[in-house]
């Protein structure tokens, strides 16, 4: 069944806060207290224009409440800057960080807004040196001012992407500690994780988690539980939007992120992981 519709309505996300944050996240807020489910991520874990999202589907099959953390187009920042999220987190039960791109966070070469992580702030002395005809102040946003590096100089892209891989690992590292415990590392994407993050002249900066490698992946798996790869079955991919809720306005952007579907099959390769003894079966 497609919600799809002429006006802007579509899904109550039921906005809440949680703790000191000054970020609004996706509702019904959860009970952080005693046994609960934390979910870190960005617009998969929100799950943005779909109904009943993979954290719903898992507070009803493990019988604990889940905090949906989940920013659409949030990078690493976002959560780095919010230690009331971070320490929430490390209060749960289970905690599930999903693998968001590397391309919205600040680092030597570029700063980012601090919550809104795919907002370009400003280019640090080193990079405009290492890039003198780009004007920046041409950029409101990170992945447009990253695919004009690429289609200026390739080569001196790769120096770029090599820091901000670098600065994303050190960063998950971080957070990791932060929430302590095992977290759960979920890679939700239609592509499984390249084994490196090469880009030649012509090519487009698209798909996500952008710049993020299966060997960045693995320098991780010391830090966690386990590392949930997902991409979507055949059925997921042909399902589309199917059962997704948003305007003719977001037509486009609602084709390009998982659906319905693969957001059940993500709560199906989740819940293994998070079972309790007082969880009520799938």
Request: charged share 20%.
């Amino acid at each position: 069944m497609n919600f799809a519709s002429s006006d802007r309505g579509g899904v109550d996300y039921e906005p809440c806060r949680y703790g000191n944050s000054r970020i609004t996240f996706r509702g019904p807020k959860a009970a952080c207290a005693g046994d609960f489910i934390a979910m870190i991520g960005g617009t998969e874990t929100y799950g943005k224009f779909v109904p009943d999202p993979c954290s719903a589907q898992l507070g009803r099959a493990t019988g604990l409440p889940v905090a949906n953390f989940g920013i659409p187009n949030a990078g690493l920042d976002a959560f780095v800057h919010d230690p009331s999220i971070l320490g929430i987190a490390a209060g749960a039960r289970h905690s599930v960080v999903q693998v968001m791109g590397a391309q919205n966070m600040s680092n030597r070469f570029y700063s980012v807004h601090p919550r809104r992580n795919d907002r370009f702030v400003r280019a640090s002395d080193t990079l405009m040196g290492l890039f003198p005809e780009i004007d920046f102040t041409d950029h409101a946003f990170t992945r447009s001012m990253l695919q004009a590096l690429l289609d200026t100089a390739p080569d001196r892209f790769a120096l770029v992407v090599a820091e901000v891989q670098a600065a994303w690992v050190a960063r998950m590292k971080m957070i990791l500690a932060e929430i302590g415990g095992a977290p759960v590392l979920l890679w939700a994407a239609r592509d499984e994780p390249p084994e490196a993050a090469t880009f030649a002249a012509g090519d487009t900066l698209s798909g996500d988690p952008l710049f993020v490698t299966r060997p960045m992946l693995e320098a991780l798996r010391p830090r966690v539980r386990d590392i949930v790869v997902y991409t979507p079955s055949a059925s997921a991919r042909a399902a589309g939007t199917s059962g997704m809720v948003f305007s003719d306005f977001d037509a486009s952007a609602a084709a390009r992120m998982l659906g319905a579907e693969a957001h059940t099959e993500i709560a199906e390769a989740l819940y293994p992981l998070l079972a309790t003894v007082e969880a009520v079966a799938a």
